[in-house]
Nanobody
Framework: QVQLAESGGGVVQAGGSLRLSCAAS????????MGWFRQSPGKEREFVAS????????YYADSVKGRFAISRDNAKNTVYLQMNSLKPEDTAVYYC????????????WGQGTQVTVPS
């Protein structure tokens, strides 16, 4: 079955950086677009970024454009989210997603990794 394992979350001061990783198994990774979504307490899960199966096209939420970068390594079955210039409003649980298309989520999710940016 499809399994996704996120890592790299933590507590970082405003203006700092983190790199999230998501290792995928149980699927032919290079066939699928991948995405990152996040959810803050009391809010719905929202789109952050997605990347096409070949890595050549990516999409970003307006709130993270210019600060976050999504990438993938198909040889390692891993998708990354480099997060720079972090803000308190970036605090959330970040989820990896398989078969994302643009801003739309696919059916498979990881367990999430917590990112906290204290105000």
């Amino acid at each position: 079955q499809v399994q996704l394992a996120e890592s790299g979350g933590g507590v970082v001061q405003a203006g700092g950086s983190l790199r999230l990783s998501c290792a995928a198994s149980g699927l032919t990774f290079s066939n699928y677009d991948m995405g990152w979504f996040r959810q803050s307490p009391g809010k719905e899960r929202e789109f952050v970024a997605s990347i096409r199966w070949d890595g050549y096209i990516s999409y970003y939420a307006d709130s993270v454009k210019g600060r976050f970068a999504i990438s993938r390594d198909n040889a390692k079955n891993t998708v990354y989210l480099q997060m720079n210039s972090l803000k308190p409003e970036d605090t959330a649980v970040y989820y990896c997603n398989v078969d994302s298309h643009g801003t739309t989520a696919g059916p498979y999710w990881g367990q999430g990794t917590q990112v906290t940016v204290p105000s």
